[in-house]
């Protein structure tokens, strides 16, 4: 099972639920632990992407949490005070 983390690309198919008839690219902003859910399911919140990748609606889904595996990962991001730092 794959962590999930904020920034990850998830393409999103109807064998994660069945409501994606229409595949669908989604980046995740967070994974919503307070909602309740049924076993092996969860709630993602995050931006559904374009054929570009860029984001167009902002959504939150309930999928199967098995087999959903990352396209893209996020891409970590520098600290401001260690950007302020190597500028020196």
């Keep these: 099972m794959t962590e999930l983390r904020a ?12 409501q994606f008839t229409k595949p669908m690219m989604f980046r995740l902003i967070k994974v919503r632990h307070d909602l309740v859910t049924y076993d092996h ?10 054929a570009n990748g860029e984001a167009v609606a902002r ?15 996020s891409v970590p991001t520098q600290s401001r005070r260690s950007r302020l730092q190597t500028r020196t």
């Design 41 to 50: 399911w969860i709630w993602l919140d995050g931006y559904q992407l374009d």
């Design 7 to 18: 920034g990850d690309v998830l393409h999103i198919t109807a064998a994660f639920s069945v």
């Design 59 to 73: 959504r939150e889904i309930f999928v199967l949490r098995a087999g959903l595996t990352v396209q893209q990962p």
